[in-house]
Protein backbone atom coordinates (compact mmCIF):
# COMPACT_ATOMS: atom_id res chain seq x y z
CA UNK A 1 0.00 0.00 0.00
CA UNK A 2 2.59 2.33 -1.41
CA UNK A 3 -0.18 5.85 -1.30
CA UNK A 4 -1.48 4.77 2.11
CA UNK A 5 -4.84 4.36 1.40
CA UNK A 6 -5.57 1.35 3.18
CA UNK A 7 -5.95 -0.84 0.32
CA UNK A 8 -3.44 -2.80 -2.08
CA UNK A 9 -4.37 -2.73 -5.66
CA UNK A 10 -3.42 -1.98 -9.26
CA UNK A 11 -2.61 1.99 -8.12
CA UNK A 12 0.05 0.52 -5.86
CA UNK A 13 2.30 -0.72 -8.42
CA UNK A 14 6.41 0.08 -8.17
CA UNK A 15 9.94 -0.88 -9.48
CA UNK A 16 12.45 -0.34 -7.05
CA UNK A 17 15.75 0.00 -7.35
CA UNK A 18 18.78 -1.64 -5.27
CA UNK A 19 22.70 -0.11 -4.71
CA UNK A 20 24.43 -3.00 -3.33
CA UNK A 21 27.57 -0.83 -3.59
CA UNK A 22 29.64 1.01 -1.40
CA UNK A 23 28.73 4.21 -3.16
CA UNK A 24 26.03 6.21 -3.98
CA UNK A 25 24.94 6.01 -7.64
CA UNK A 26 23.94 9.06 -9.40
CA UNK A 27 20.71 7.82 -11.60
CA UNK A 28 20.43 11.53 -13.49
CA UNK A 29 19.53 10.70 -17.31
CA UNK A 30 18.32 7.10 -16.41
CA UNK A 31 15.61 5.52 -18.07
CA UNK A 32 13.00 2.62 -16.94
CA UNK A 33 10.57 1.38 -19.52
CA UNK A 34 7.94 -0.50 -18.82
CA UNK A 35 7.25 -2.54 -22.26
CA UNK A 36 8.12 -0.21 -25.38
CA UNK A 37 6.53 3.13 -23.13
CA UNK A 38 9.02 4.84 -21.24
CA UNK A 39 7.64 5.11 -18.14
CA UNK A 40 10.36 7.38 -16.03
CA UNK A 41 13.52 9.31 -16.48
CA UNK A 42 15.54 10.34 -13.38
CA UNK A 43 16.41 13.68 -12.99
CA UNK A 44 19.28 15.69 -10.99
CA UNK A 45 19.00 14.94 -7.65
CA UNK A 46 17.91 11.32 -8.30
CA UNK A 47 20.40 9.23 -6.16
CA UNK A 48 20.44 6.30 -4.47
CA UNK A 49 22.49 5.85 -1.49
CA UNK A 50 25.04 3.06 -0.87
CA UNK A 51 23.15 0.24 0.37
CA UNK A 52 19.54 1.96 -0.43
CA UNK A 53 16.58 2.12 -2.49
CA UNK A 54 14.90 4.27 -5.08
CA UNK A 55 11.13 3.21 -5.45
CA UNK A 56 9.08 4.72 -8.87
CA UNK A 57 5.40 4.90 -7.54
CA UNK A 58 2.94 4.41 -10.23
CA UNK A 59 1.60 7.97 -10.79
CA UNK A 60 -2.41 6.51 -11.07
CA UNK A 61 -1.66 6.68 -7.38
CA UNK A 62 -1.54 10.47 -7.08
CA UNK A 63 -0.77 12.78 -4.16
CA UNK A 64 2.02 11.55 -1.23
CA UNK A 65 4.31 8.34 -1.53
CA UNK A 66 3.65 6.40 2.08
CA UNK A 67 5.10 3.32 3.30
CA UNK A 68 8.25 3.55 1.28
CA UNK A 69 11.50 4.26 2.89
CA UNK A 70 14.36 5.40 0.92
CA UNK A 71 14.49 8.07 -1.79
CA UNK A 72 11.49 7.84 -4.46
CA UNK A 73 9.11 9.24 -7.36
CA UNK A 74 6.13 8.99 -9.27
CA UNK A 75 6.22 7.45 -12.13
CA UNK A 76 6.30 9.79 -15.12
CA UNK A 77 3.68 7.61 -17.54
CA UNK A 78 2.29 4.95 -14.94
CA UNK A 79 3.91 1.79 -15.09
CA UNK A 80 0.66 -0.93 -15.74
CA UNK A 81 2.62 -3.53 -14.92
CA UNK A 82 1.22 -7.15 -15.23
CA UNK A 83 2.30 -10.73 -15.71
CA UNK A 84 4.06 -11.60 -19.07
CA UNK A 85 5.70 -7.90 -18.92
CA UNK A 86 9.16 -6.70 -19.85
CA UNK A 87 11.09 -4.06 -17.30
CA UNK A 88 14.18 -2.16 -18.99
CA UNK A 89 17.13 0.24 -17.32
CA UNK A 90 18.72 2.24 -19.36
CA UNK A 91 22.25 3.73 -17.52
CA UNK A 92 23.53 6.50 -20.23
CA UNK A 93 26.46 7.18 -18.33
CA UNK A 94 27.28 3.27 -19.40
CA UNK A 95 24.88 3.11 -22.77
CA UNK A 96 24.20 0.34 -21.72
CA UNK A 97 20.52 -1.62 -20.65
CA UNK A 98 19.10 -4.69 -18.82
CA UNK A 99 15.99 -6.11 -19.55
CA UNK A 100 13.33 -8.18 -16.79
CA UNK A 101 10.89 -10.53 -18.47
CA UNK A 102 7.76 -10.83 -15.84
CA UNK A 103 6.85 -13.96 -17.04
CA UNK A 104 7.68 -17.00 -19.17
CA UNK A 105 9.28 -15.94 -22.36
CA UNK A 106 7.26 -13.11 -24.93
CA UNK A 107 9.92 -12.63 -27.08
CA UNK A 108 8.24 -10.38 -29.21
CA UNK A 109 7.73 -8.38 -26.22
CA UNK A 110 11.69 -8.19 -25.06
CA UNK A 111 11.95 -7.15 -28.82
CA UNK A 112 9.80 -4.47 -28.68
CA UNK A 113 11.46 -3.49 -25.45
CA UNK A 114 14.82 -3.41 -26.99
CA UNK A 115 13.44 -1.31 -30.29
CA UNK A 116 12.08 1.33 -28.06
CA UNK A 117 16.01 1.70 -26.05
CA UNK A 118 17.48 1.77 -29.20
CA UNK A 119 14.90 3.81 -31.00
CA UNK A 120 16.13 6.53 -28.27
CA UNK A 121 19.67 5.13 -27.75
CA UNK A 122 21.29 3.86 -31.27
CA UNK A 123 24.26 2.39 -29.86
CA UNK A 124 23.54 1.35 -26.49
CA UNK A 125 24.06 -2.01 -25.73
CA UNK A 126 22.21 -4.75 -23.46
CA UNK A 127 24.28 -6.06 -20.15
CA UNK A 128 24.14 -9.34 -19.47
CA UNK A 129 21.30 -11.41 -20.87
CA UNK A 130 17.71 -11.02 -20.55
CA UNK A 131 16.19 -12.17 -17.12
CA UNK A 132 12.86 -14.18 -16.73
CA UNK A 133 11.41 -14.46 -13.73
CA UNK A 134 8.74 -16.94 -14.71
CA UNK A 135 5.00 -15.98 -13.83
CA UNK A 136 4.08 -13.03 -11.24
CA UNK A 137 1.14 -12.94 -8.73
CA UNK A 138 -1.01 -10.61 -8.27
CA UNK A 139 -0.69 -8.63 -5.52
CA UNK A 140 2.39 -9.71 -4.57
CA UNK A 141 6.57 -8.61 -5.54
CA UNK A 142 8.26 -10.68 -7.51
CA UNK A 143 12.20 -10.50 -6.19
CA UNK A 144 15.49 -12.20 -6.36
CA UNK A 145 15.42 -14.88 -3.61
CA UNK A 146 17.85 -14.10 -1.26
CA UNK A 147 19.74 -17.12 -2.10
CA UNK A 148 22.40 -15.43 -4.14
CA UNK A 149 21.70 -16.82 -7.43
CA UNK A 150 19.22 -16.53 -10.15
CA UNK A 151 15.95 -17.64 -9.01
CA UNK A 152 12.79 -15.57 -8.43
CA UNK A 153 10.52 -16.09 -5.86
CA UNK A 154 7.11 -14.11 -5.60
CA UNK A 155 6.60 -12.38 -1.76
CA UNK A 156 4.79 -9.84 -0.29
CA UNK A 157 5.91 -6.60 -1.28
CA UNK A 158 8.30 -4.93 0.96
CA UNK A 159 8.78 -0.93 -0.34
CA UNK A 160 12.19 -0.07 0.99
CA UNK A 161 13.27 -3.20 1.03
CA UNK A 162 14.95 -5.59 -1.72
CA UNK A 163 12.44 -6.64 -4.28
CA UNK A 164 13.26 -6.73 -7.74
CA UNK A 165 16.95 -7.16 -8.10
CA UNK A 166 18.34 -7.05 -12.04
CA UNK A 167 21.01 -4.55 -12.25
CA UNK A 168 24.08 -5.06 -10.17
Given at each position: DVNGD???DVNDEYIELYNSTGSPINLNGWEIYE??????????????PAGGTFTIVDSAVGGVITNVTGASAFSDAGLGIGNGDVISLYDPNT???VIVNLGAGNAPLVTDAENAILANHATATQEGTTEITGA???GQ???RAVDGGSTF????PTAGATNLCFAA
Open positions: TSVGANLAHTFGAGDNINTYTVSSTQVNET
